[in-house]
């Protein structure tokens, strides 16, 4: 295989901690005692976004480039943003927000100096409904600051410490449905609702592969499974959000789900899919959803590639614009979405100006199902790190 180098146009920034050290959150016992059963988690899709929870670290991938900045301005429209900062940085974020012109709907969230923030929201904290209102499920870490921070967001009480791991990418949830990655497979999470358990067959997990740059050259190495959890896994990425999107119901009630198809997109921008891509786990994950009778809708999902020239190697992700933010309105069945709002993060920038054509694609789906449809611009930098729009963030409340 013989492909054209392809380096970041951003700084590179890996997932590495400071060196100060952690600190455990505080634990309570206010938080929510209610039983499993009782709890009903937030919709994935349903209703107007209302509130927002972010964590402003200088650790998110393509901070030095914006990113912070381009998440803030797609919030702009909500009524609340809540953003977690270290409180020796407090004041820079203010400052941020304020030029922003959005100071007026933002909450700073100071957590002690030290404690461990996540930058990916999505995997540390979930939110549910109860009869004593909107809750915050922390993530089980007792190291991890990033649920305590959301919960204030919320005001004081609103938590609940689960005894199991809390990967929120891996769940989506429709008024009826929760669907959750194989990889999971914890029927304890919504006990209100049906389960959903979405996989493939196990698949194999490699490391890096010698592969020639040139002929005859095989100082190269790729890495291609790095979405794959482990060995054995039963998806195809290691968290749900990444290639699955709810967009709403059919006039029959069933949920409507976009599903990301790696096979499309690599048509669109000419870039072959390497050897062994798991093309059959999603050919087999629309077939398990089809028979359960979902209606599905496939949608171009790019596995792409940066290069390191230092250390000859090829790292591939997956530039999803399935991890979005999605508004479905009650109106919105059968493709008559009317209000309806979806916001995609893009990728056709730098030296992938080519996925402009998987960017437009992904949109006009959007488009033919009545969704008003925000592009997100360049979200590169946290794709190269495995993750995307929705990733990085947690909605705390919809209308």
């Not at 089980?140 to 929120?168: E, I, K, M, N």
């Not at 997100?376 to 990733?391: E, K, T, V």
Request: glycine share 12%; with cysteine; net charge negative.
């Amino acid at each position: 295989m013989s492909m054209s180098l392809k380096p970041r146009h951003f700084t590179h920034r890996s997932e590495s901690t400071s060196g100060a050290g952690r600190v455990q959150p505080a634990r309570t016992t206010t938080g929510c005692e209610c039983a499993d059963g009782e709890r009903a988690l937030l919709s994935s899709a349903l209703g107007r976004i209302r509130h927002v929870f972010l964590v402003a670290s200088r650790r998110m991938p393509g901070f030095d480039h914006g990113m912070l900045q381009r998440l803030l301005n797609l919030a702009a429209g909500f009524e609340r943003i809540s953003l977690a900062v270290h409180n020796g940085e407090a004041e820079v974020f203010r400052r941020m927000v304020e030029e922003m012109g959005l100071g007026a709907k933002t909450e700073i969230i100071e957590a002690p100096s030290g404690a461990a923030l996540w930058p990916w929201a999505q995997d540390r904290v979930a939110v549910f409904e109860n009869g004593d209102g909107v809750q915050v499920l922390e993530c089980s870490d007792a190291g991890d600051y990033t649920g305590a921070a959301a919960a204030a967001a919320l005001g004081a009480g609103r938590r609940a410490l689960p005894d199991l791991p809390q990967p929120g990418g891996n769940m989506l949830v429709d008024g009826k449905v929760c669907f959750v990655g194989a990889d999971l497979g914890e029927g304890r999470i919504d006990t209100g609702r049906a389960i959903e358990v979405i996989a493939c067959q196990p698949l194999e997990r490699r490391g890096p592969t010698r592969f020639e740059m040139t002929p005859g050259d095989l100082s190269w190495r790729q890495d291609i499974d790095r979405s794959i959890a482990a060995d054995g896994s039963r998806q195809p990425v290691f968290h749900l959000d990444m290639f699955m999107t709810l967009t709403g119901e059919t006039r029959e009630g069933a949920p409507r789900i976009l599903l990301g198809d790696p096979v499309w997109a690599s048509a669109l921008i000419g870039v072959p899919l390497p050897d062994g891509f798991p093309v059959k786990a999603f050919e087999q994950i629309e077939y398990g959803l089809r028979l359960r009778g979902y209606e599905v809708m496939r949608n171009p999902l790019p596995f792409v590639y940066f290069d390191d020239e230092d250390a000859k190697l090829r790292e591939w992700f997956y530039a999803s614009a399935n991890n979005c933010w999605v508004e479905c309105l009650g109106d919105s069945k059968g493709g008559e979405a009317g209000g309806c709002r979806v916001f995609l993060p893009e990728y056709g920038f730098g030296p992938w100006a080519a996925l402009k054509a998987t960017d437009d694609a992904n949109a006009a789906i959007w488009e033919s199902l009545g969704f008003e449809v925000v592009r997100g611009g360049d979200f590169l930098p946290l794709a190269d790190q495995l993750g995307s729009l929705n990733c990085v963030t947690r909605i705390l409340a919809r209308a």
